[in-house]
């Protein structure tokens, strides 16, 4: 099952609450909730009254989306920030970022320290019943899908997930081919329609072509992942809820074609 989400950081100049009451007016489910703005690391007492307010609201965490970058130098007590975080908030998983170079850069060793923090930070989430999840991302070790698998290779570990989304300005097959190399270790999409660079946001329906198989794709996975919205054309409350009724139209779509 895949549900509809929106990643916070979309409308960083909107407060928690604003957030909430968009996404429960769009009848968006979850919100993955960032930790640039909207839920800062160590801030606990915010993290629980954001948590409450969306509970209260009907809606999900879907993820707490932090920006600690395993294997970063200074990096190492900064993930007790963001886990305490994390289980205020009571998130499901935290997005992190494999590093700072990108797989096709990066040194033996650097590599190494990635995967070792990758290690500790997942092990440290299980003990608090929480899920590390890397974002899929340029400049990091999951820029591309092989790089992303040996990553997950190395870790080994069973608490370490990735979200995903489609490398800007890649040819479908190519992201779905990709996509379905991650798919044994996914955790939740982001949703966009970026085309062809990321400077181009066009409505979300535009995409229709590309994103109907992803979504096929993922949805034929055992669990309940959600398909999250991100970074909207123009930044535009309006576009948002457009893009909203489109994501809702297309999950709608996929319920009724696997019923029959």
């Known amino acids: ?20 009451a968009l996404a429960a007016e769009a009848s968006i489910v979850g919100i993955e909730w960032g930790g640039d703005v909207h839920v800062p690391p160590g801030n606990v007492r915010l993290a629980r009254e954001v948590a409450a307010m969306t509970a209260e609201a009907g809606r999900e965490v879907s993820a707490y989306g932090s920006y600690y970058r395993a294997g970063a130098s200074n ?3 900064a993930f007790d920030a963001v886990l305490e975080t994390a ?17 096709s850069q990066v040194a ?20 608090a019943g ?37 490398p800007n300005g890649a040819l479908m097959d190519d992201c779905l081919s990709g996509l379905r190399f991650v798919l044994p270790h996914l955790s939740n999409v982001h949703v966009f329609h970026w085309w062809p660079r990321p400077e181009n946001r066009r409505p979300l329906s535009e995409g229709s072509s590309r994103w109907l198989p992803y979504l096929r794709a993922v949805s ?21 809820s457009r893009d909203a009724r489109t994501l809702l139209g297309w999950l709608d779509e996929l319920r ?4 029959t």
């Open 220 to 240: 034929a996975l055992a669990g309940r992942r959600f398909a999250s919205l991100e970074f909207v054309e123009n930044d535009s409350v309006a576009c948002f």
């Open 130 to 166: 929480v899920s590390v999840s890397t974002e899929y991302h340029a400049d990091t070790l999951t820029d591309t899908a092989s790089s992303a698998v040996r990553l997950f290779d190395e870790v080994n570990n069973p608490n370490l997930f990735s979200f995903w989304q489609p």
């Open 1 to 20: 099952m895949i549900a509809p989400g929106l990643v916070s950081v979309t409308f960083r100049s909107l407060s928690p609450r604003e957030i909430v």
């Open 108 to 127: 033996p060793r650097e590599r190494e320290g990635v995967v070792s923090d990758l290690r500790r930070v997942s092990d440290l989430a299980a003990a």
């Open 75 to 77: 990096a190492r007590g």
């Open 256 to 259: 009724k074609t696997e019923s």
């Open 87 to 103: 289980v205020a908030l009571a998130a499901p998983t935290i997005r992190v970022w494999a590093g700072a170079r990108g797989s």
